[in-house]
């Protein structure tokens, strides 16, 4: 089986930077995702790490270890609408476009 | 606008109704998924169709009914539903059904069943 851990929570001021972790166990590793989901919206795709390191974009970034099983999200200049719901995801199975969903790390953003 | 529309937003439902959810991709795809997103638990895969068919039925209740028509619809046919299927039912769509395909989703059907 699959699963996947994250914080379920995560507090920040505005201007400030954020790492949420996940931490995930597969039987077959095919790539690790990111989503963001505000509260009532539709989930949105972040960012998406197939290889060891650091991919870019913009204010967030993502990391991923395949040693460890572990990959981050890093939120940089933290704005009030950051709040919401981060969740990291892996290919079930074979790898084909299903996702195995984390339970989702809500991020609070204050003044 | 998201490219993916879902409706209705909000439904109630007695446990003995018969109701549909309905999702229209404009974008193209040929992948479509519900997802059913439950307080407190990860989103669960409930449905996969590529080019139509039916690739995934990942253990769902037959009280749950899809329905791909065209690679635009994606319906959800409800029947009999107990309270505790109460969750936001979230379609998705992928341009197509591999690795590292990115998931665009609706902004969801929130059903209540009393």
């Known amino acids: 089986g699959q699963s996947l851990e994250q914080p379920s929570e995560v507090t920040a001021v505005e201007g400030a930077i954020v790492q949420i972790n996940c931490t995930y166990q597969t039987s077959g590793f095919y790539g690790l995702s990111w989503y963001q989901q505000h509260d009532g919206g539709a989930p949105t795709f972040l960012s998406y790490n197939a290889l060891d390191g650091l991919e870019e974009t913009g204010r967030f970034s993502s990391f991923l270890s395949r040693s460890d099983s572990y990959g981050y999200l890093l939120l940089q200049e933290l704005q009030m609408k950051d709040s919401a719901s981060y969740f990291c995801?892996?290919?079930?199975?074979?790898?084909?476009?299903?996702?195995?969903f984390g339970k989702g790390t809500m991020l609070l953003v204050s003044p | 606008e998201t490219g993916v529309t879902q409706t209705p937003r909000h439904l109630v439902m007695g446990m003995t109704n018969k109701k549909s959810l309905k999702c229209e991709q404009h974008?193209?795809?040929?992948?479509m998924y519900w997802y059913k997103q439950s307080a407190k638990k990860p989103l669960e895969l409930m449905f996969v169709?590529?080019?139509?068919?039916?690739?995934e039925n990942n253990s769902v209740p037959s009280r749950f009914s899809p329905e791909c028509p065209n690679s635009s619809h994606l319906f959800l046919h409800l029947h009999t539903l107990q309270p505790e299927d109460s969750a936001l039912y979230l379609c998705?769509?992928?341009?197509?059904?591999?690795?590292?395909?990115?998931?665009?989703f609706g902004s969801g059907t929130q059903l209540s069943v009393l």
């Open positions: 169709y590529s080019l139509e068919e039916r690739v």
């Open positions: 974008l193209g795809h040929n992948a």
């Open positions: 998705a769509s992928s341009p197509g059904y591999a690795t590292n395909e990115k998931l665009f």
């Open positions: 995801a892996v290919p079930m199975n074979s790898g084909y476009s299903t996702l195995t």
